[in-house]
């Protein structure tokens, strides 16, 4: 664990910890919880860090082991201190400290204060920090404890850097690194080498400061060699950090095509593992090896398509690369607002144009966090915006009135949701994801554009972004998205790959809904039932010859096996966010129960459609949110992924809750265009717009995106 071969810890672990309890060794099976909660933490997967220490605190307090209980506190402590609840990290520190200096544990002591430091850090407590690092430095020095003073010393440094004394920080960076080099700390030299790297970048040197990122970066990339994929994926979350400043680094020297680079290699890394592994049986146990610039230019020209890739490089900086088929490059950076979080964009441009009614046939007025609204005996001119809602209490305001005034009032007085003022979010977003950059996009509305977007612009309506002149993005432009550049490329290997033998499709509609419960403690409920949903499926069964599965006869049961025997997979029913079996990847699609009584008989979770090996060259979840789930570096984890991943080169998912009815006619529109010309990103363009033409609100036609292969 402490060389950084973290997967081989944990097997290790588990197995000394089922001999533990099938002896009842309990000191044994305390110290194998203690240790896989800690590598656990190292590799980002927090919830399970805390599960496991938590088990081991209540036998080391059962048994009266002293030490163990002091080693659990403290990394508990830590752990809680990166999640950013640092009062509870200090609280359970403190504890720590108490029993070590009881007990005489230098070392525990030594940790403990360390920990301590960094608790005070984060809230911006600096000269507390270094007082207790101080202290962490001396005892680890005096006992011989060469991890502690690395660990220390740079922590030190941090602090020292954020009160502005950066010649003191780079002194005690070089120090940490020394030692970690030294004892062969794989992820402590790595950490040195970040915050090396940082610190040159911001005191102006840019070729010392990408020597020390680069080397930072191979050490943190050979770390996930050998880790399961949600390992990958969450450890890569705690150092992506590091990718941001060396890309901000290179444009500082002018290098953009070099950053273009870097941020093609932080982008979807654990998916394209994964699809590598599929497409080549021999698994390749050496760090994974990056498209070069030639090789994006070939990929951009193989898919004749404009590749715009987006890198949030922070909060105030967004760059921008666009590459044409022809392979030429161009780089833009925008300066993001201040006053308005990208993030918060993002969802206002989502709660703007949707109402919360997921695929029903209600037209209740029922507004969200960020709609414009007109009440009942309204005695202003002006709309309301909904600030928040609370048991069906909104809090409002005025755009006219001092920040932070509102009033409350009941849902039931909202006689409209006011569209003219939905579009300002849509404008915004244009002016920033698409203005930039419009120069350089086809003018041909047939050519395709993919967008590779990165965190929060995954979930980006990128159809329904408006320009000054009120023309949506679809009206312009044809247009799908990507986990990355390399995904793209491999996507379109796999599709190569289909086996011709597999021709038929596979069409769900409305199955007799599942009784669901999303979480611990919440009462079970049957989801809704989607009458809309069942009539899509006749009629897209009718258009790709074959029998649609309904009602009671769409049992998973039924389902699952004829998933890889399809060629196009139609699922028309409820999406659900929600991480059922606590697997790590959110998401579920609702099929009919099986009849086993049980709590969420019927649901195909995202987790299992991971473990398939899926033929068909096109799935369309024509269901609610089936493009959300937990945004990282690798891209919204979730059904979708887990379909790439099960080797789907093309999918269709939704952004938001979809209208019943709306969805209906432009899944229909949309098999009846790709039956005409074969082409599923025109396919979906066109029934975009055919169906704007009934349904001219966003909110029933911009939901959908194409993601892989056109």
């Known amino acids: 664990h402490s060389l950084g071969n973290h997967q081989k810890a944990i097997n290790f672990l588990k197995k000394s910890l089922k001999i533990s309890q099938q002896i009842y060794d309990r000191p044994g099976e305390a110290i194998s919880l203690n240790v896989l909660g800690s590598t656990y933490n190292v590799l980002g997967d927090y919830q399970k860090a805390i599960d496991f220490l938590q088990k081991s605190l209540k036998i080391s307090q059962q048994i009266g082991n002293r030490p163990g209980e002091a080693i659990s506190l403290n990394v508990l402590g830590s752990t809680y201190n990166v999640l950013g609840n640092y009062q509870k990290a200090i609280d359970l520190h403190q504890q720590s400290l108490k029993i070590s200096q009881q007990i005489g544990d230098r070392q525990g002591e ?55 004394d950066h010649t003191k920080a780079i002194d005690f960076y070089q120090q940490s690194l020394e030692i970690c080099q030294q004892i062969s700390t794989r992820d402590g030299e790595a950490c040195s080498l970040e915050s090396l790297g940082s610190a040159f970048f911001y005191s102006g040197n840019f070729t010392t400061a990408e020597t020390y990122l680069k080397l930072g970066i ?24 590091i990718y941001r400043t060396l890309q901000q680094v290179l444009v500082a020297q002018n290098k953009t095509n070099e950053a273009l680079e870097i941020a093609e290699r932080r982008s979807a890394h654990a998916l394209v593992e994964l699809l590598k592994q599929d497409l080549s049986p021999q698994p390749d146990k050496q760090a994974p090896k990056y498209p070069s610039l030639e090789q994006i230019q070939q990929i951009a020209q193989q898919q004749d398509a404009t590749l715009v890739t987006y890198s949030l490089v922070s909060s105030k900086k967004l760059y921008i690369w666009v590459i044409s088929p022809t392979g030429k490059i161009e780089f833009r950076t925008v300066d993001l607002p201040q006053e308005t979080s990208l993030k918060e964009l993002v969802t206002n441009g989502q709660a703007c144009i949707l109402l919360d009614q997921c695929r029903n046939d209600t037209n209740q007025t029922i507004p969200t966090a960020g709609d414009w609204v007109k009440l009942k005996d309204d005695q202003f001119s002006e709309p309301w915006q909904v600030v928040d809602i609370q048991q069906n209490t909104l809090k409002l305001r005025l755009e006219s009135w001092e920040k932070g005034t509102t009033i409350q009032r009941p849902i039931t007085d909202v006689v409209e949701i006011v569209d003219a003022f939905n579009r300002q979010h849509l404008q915004q977003l244009h002016q920033l994801l698409i203005q930039p950059i419009a120069d350089l996009l086809p003018k041909d509305e047939n050519d395709r554009i993919i967008f590779i977007p990165h965190e929060q612009l995954f979930l980006v309506p990128f159809p329904a972004l408006q320009d000054e002149d009120g023309k949506y993005l679809i ?19 796999k599709r190569q790959q289909l086996p011709d033998s597999v021709q038929g499709a596979l069409v769900v509609g409305n199955p007799t809904m599942p009784i669901v419960r999303t979480s611990a403690g919440k009462t079970p409920e049957q989801l809704s039932n989607l009458p809309h949903a069942e009539t899509e499926a006749v009629e897209i069964a009718q258009l790709l010859n074959t029998q649609p599965l309904t009602g009671k006869n769409a049992t998973k049961a039924a389902i699952v096996p004829k998933l890889p025997q ?135 036609w911009a939901a959908f995106t194409l993601i892989g292969e056109p």
């Open 475 to 493: 009206e312009k432009h044809t247009i799908l998205t990507a986990q990355s550049i390399e995904v793209l490329s491999l996507t379109h290997k």
């Open 218 to 241: 191979e050490i943190y990339e050979s770390l996930r060699i050998g880790l399961e994929d949600k390992h990958k994926i969450s450890i890569f979350e705690t150092h992506s950090g």
């Open 566 to 700: 399809a060629r196009i997979i139609h699922l028309a029913t409820h999406g659900l966010l929600d991480d059922f079996k606590g697997l790590g990847t959110p998401g579920a699609i609702a099929l009919a129960p099986s009849g086993t009584g049980e709590v969420n008989d019927g649901l195909l979770t995202a987790g299992e459609l991971f473990e398939m090996k899926l033929n068909a060259e096109l799935v369309v979840l024509s269901a609610c949110k089936t493009g959300q789930g937990e945004i990282t570096s690798d891209g919204v984890i979730g059904l979708s992924r887990s379909l790439i991943a099960a080797g789907v080169p093309s999918i269709i998912v939704s952004l938001w809750s979809v209208p019943d009815a709306p969805t209906a006619d432009l899944m229909t529109r949309f098999y009846q265009h790709l039956d005409k010309n074969n082409n599923k990103a025109e396919a979906l363009r066109q029934a975009m717009l055919d169906t704007m033409k009934e349904h001219p609100n966003p909110k029933d």
């Open 110 to 164: 030594a940790n403990s204060l360390g920990n301590l430091g960094s608790a005070y850090y984060f809230p911006g407590n600096y000269q507390k920090a270094i007082d207790f690092l101080q202290k962490s430095l001396k005892i680890s020095q005096q006992i011989g404890n060469r991890r502690g003073e690395a660990t220390a010393l740079r922590s030190l440094g941090i602090a020292y850097y954020s009160l502005g």
